[in-house]
């Protein structure tokens, strides 16, 4: 009992000693919740800045995700087309999955009165396609398709065939009735900033395509999901043979690169949490070390070095610990706030005209995990630690009389 009234008195006097120099409390508080906001931030929009440059990669290249056979995954000849289309209904039943839009894709010959091309042509229902692709918003000349008749492509594409709007290109394909053509009129150029759309893409009504296919169906369903897991995905109900696949799968290469730049940034997160552990324990050290001379005061008047110590270590814990909680309501309200609100996203896509084949949407998020309250805990122990042990060794050798000289 008589351990825990000495406690009890420390704590109050420590608390005591918080609320008298206001100045320095609110100098740790802020300095310890800055460390906790900015780790958190840097990897909440580290990740999700990653995650977004993936989504706008597949929106412009795929889809965030699609069910196809395995067969046309692995070989994308038109002949492994969907059966139906009856998936529609049985996908519709999900309430995960926002949009379902067809599409039939195939390579073709792309004709205009003065150059030839091999390009691969994207059948698709112009309403629909918005829902799942960005391509539409990136139409630099003309319109989206409104119907038959109409072919839009990429700008890089359109000038090795020097065609202009309201010209007429001539698609040819093969098909199991034989070779297949058609007469379309340009109605769009596609300036997407991505060498894969602009040089090569070719987007027609899905009606055409299957005029130049033979085929009634779909070579494969696009999907807009709330949340594109793979665990989801997987556990889809799907005929034998079809599948669904996410973006690592869609992407292949791609996601690689943008999944494994999280790895490479550690390093830097790990340096990041160097330079705000520094900035906290050299603002401790010195709030600390700073009253040196009200140290040798109340140790003169009865109160023991170990006792001193306890002291100072419970006012130190008080301090971060509202810091701490401080940086976690902001750290974490900010996240969520770029989670939720398109914020970055403008920014970003004006600096990505001057990148080149960077492919960044015009959505940039930040992502939320508990992961990065853990990673900025880590920092501001480590910080209290080190802090700590310079004083408090200088403390128990603490010569009262030399001090308050």
Request: proline share 4%; charged share 20%.
């Amino acid at each position: 009992m008589t351990l825990f009234k000495q406690f009890n008195s420390l704590l109050k006097l420590a608390w005591r000693n918080i609320g008298r120099q206001k100045r320095r409390t609110f100098l740790l508080i802020m300095v310890v919740a800055y460390a906790t906001l900015a780790t958190i931030f840097f990897w909440g929009f580290n990740e999700g800045f990653n995650d977004s440059i993936l989504q706008g990669q597949a929106r412009y290249l795929v889809a965030p995700a699609m069910v196809m056979k395995e067969a046309y995954f692995d070989d994308s000849n038109p002949e492994y087309a969907l059966d139906d289309l009856s998936l529609l209904n049985d996908l519709a039943k999900y309430p995960e999955i926002k949009a379902i839009v067809p599409r039939l894709e195939f390579s073709a010959l792309v004709r205009s009165p003065y150059a030839s091309e091999g390009v691969l042509v994207r059948g698709v229902e112009g309403g629909l396609e918005p829902q799942v692709s960005n391509i539409p918003q990136k139409i630099a000349t003309g319109r989206m398709l409104e119907g038959q008749g109409e072919v839009i492509l990429g700008t890089d594409l359109a000038k090795r065939l020097d065609v202009r709007l309201d010209e007429r290109l001539v698609i040819e394909s093969s098909s199991d009735e034989g070779p297949q053509a058609l007469g379309l009129n340009v109605v769009g150029f596609i300036r997407s900033g991505l060498a894969a759309v602009d040089g090569r893409m070719v987007m027609i009504d899905i009606q055409d395509a299957r005029k130049l296919t033979q085929i009634s169906s779909a070579t494969g369903l696009a999907l807009e999901l709330d949340s594109p897991s793979q665990d989801f995905l997987s556990n889809l109900n799907l005929p034998t043979g079809v599948k669904a696949y996410g973006l690592l799968e869609l992407l292949g290469p791609i996601a690689l690169r943008i999944r494994a730049s999280n790895i490479l940034i550690l390093p830097i997160g790990l340096l990041f949490a160097f330079f705000a552990a520094l900035a906290v324990t050299s603002t401790l050290q010195v709030s600390i070390m700073e009253r040196h001379k009200e140290f040798g005061t109340i140790s003169a008047i009865g109160l023991s070095l170990p006792r001193l110590v306890l002291m100072v270590v419970i006012e130190t814990l008080i301090t971060t610990c509202l810091g701490w909680l401080l940086g976690l309501v902001i750290g974490y309200g900010l996240v969520t706030l770029l989670h939720n609100v398109n914020i970055l996203g403008p920014f970003f896509a004006s600096a990505a005209k001057s990148l080149g084949n960077v492919g960044i949407g015009d959505e940039i998020y930040t992502k939320v995990s508990a992961r990065y309250a853990l990673a900025a805990t880590a920092t501001i122990i480590v910080a209290l630690i080190f802090s700590l042990l310079m004083p408090i060794r200088r403390m128990l050798s603490l010569n009262p009389i030399e001090a308050m000289r």
